[in-house]
């Protein structure tokens, strides 16, 4: 997982396609196949303003002439949004990597996705698949009005099966309960939106097996736990060059790598996004990202530095 293939790739178009919402579609030179991409996945952007970011894959996953990635300008941008709204332009060349931290599980049958905003990127490519490979779904999707809504035409050829709420037209926010409660045996619920929804989502979907329901966060969650007071330093070596640093009770893996000169990729320093996955070569992990399956915490193979600490008193790094 930690091991990314870097594509250079060059901006073939740019559209609005609803207020604030971007689609950017990117292409290899001389019409190369892109690598293939599994439906939930998305680029890791190295933008031209030095800033690294990640956007959903939207297109049919099997389509290997291009990419196509959906863009919300944030309210709060950090600068990634605002740049691509305001200076991205065809032509211009761009680093990318594909990832999937939301990948669909492909044995059932039948899914409910919900979406909210600009959550509806990832599972514009889960519909796609699930069309492409005979599986039944059914999508609620809330957006704050149909300005805003993404997707809306190709939505509403999907008719029924692709529930499209207005909060302005509704007076109010959508009732994810009605759609959990009506959740058959097997089927598998796959969510991605804001922080209220994902909330409203988790608290509804409670009285199902949670090997069913699947989130992506935009940010940590607002009922996660508080970071667990740290009881004191532990130390990190660097297995290539055997360089040892002593990581404080207030610093992440991340920061003291970044005091000694050590570059390690990051974009969200929350443990969101993947980019500063790591690899451990020995060591046990206090893992406290959103990333890793159960199964790759227990492997104990990697971890995200921006966030995660140690449990036993020295790590090493596959750096």
């Excluded at 997982?1 to 790739?9: D, H, N």
């Excluded at 957006?143 to 035409?153: K, P, Y």
Aim: hydrophobic share 40%; aromatic share 6%.
């Amino acid at each position: 997982m930690t091991g990314k293939e870097k594509l250079r790739l060059e901006v073939a178009d740019v559209t609005a396609d609803a207020r604030d919402v971007m689609l950017v579609e990117l292409r290899a030179g001389g019409g190369v196949a892109l690598p293939p991409f599994e439906p939930g996945a998305h680029l890791e952007i190295e933008l031209p303003n030095g800033l690294i970011r990640h956007y959903s894959l939207t297109n049919d996953p099997r389509e290997r002439d291009r990419y196509v990635v959906g863009v919300g300008r944030a309210a709060r941008s950090r600068g990634g949004s605002v740049y691509i709204h305001q200076m991205l332009r065809r032509g211009m060349p761009l680093t990318v990597s594909v990832r999937n931290n939301f990948r669909l599980a492909p044995e059932p049958q039948r899914f409910l996705f919900i979406a909210g905003g600009i959550g509806i990127t990832p599972i514009m490519a889960m519909i796609r698949w699930c069309e492409a490979n005979g599986r039944q779904w059914r999508l609620a999707y809330a957006v704050r009005s149909a300005q805003r809504a993404a997707f809306l035409e190709t939505l509403r050829g999907f008719g029924e099966r692709a529930h499209c709420h207005f909060d302005d037209e509704a007076g109010g926010v959508l009732d994810v309960g009605r759609w959990l409660a009506s959740v058959q045996p097997g089927e598998h619920v796959y969510c991605c939106g804001p922080q209220p929804l994902m909330a409203a989502v988790k608290s509804g979907a409670a009285h199902l097996d949670a090997a069913q329901v699947h989130f992506e966060y935009f940010a940590a969650p607002a009922d996660a736990a508080p970071p667990a007071a740290a009881e004191g330093s532990f130390q990190v070596t660097l297995g290539k060059s055997g360089q040892t640093f002593t990581v404080g009770p207030d610093q992440s893996v991340l920061e003291t790598l970044e005091a000694h000169g050590i570059s390690v990729p990051f974009s969200c320093r929350e443990g969101m996004c993947g980019t500063c996955e790591t690899g451990v070569c020995a060591g046990e992990i206090e893992h406290r990202d959103y990333v890793l399956t159960e199964d790759q915490r227990q492997a104990g193979k990697s971890m995200m530095v921006c966030v995660s600490r140690a449990r036993s008193p020295v790590l090493v790094l596959d750096l």
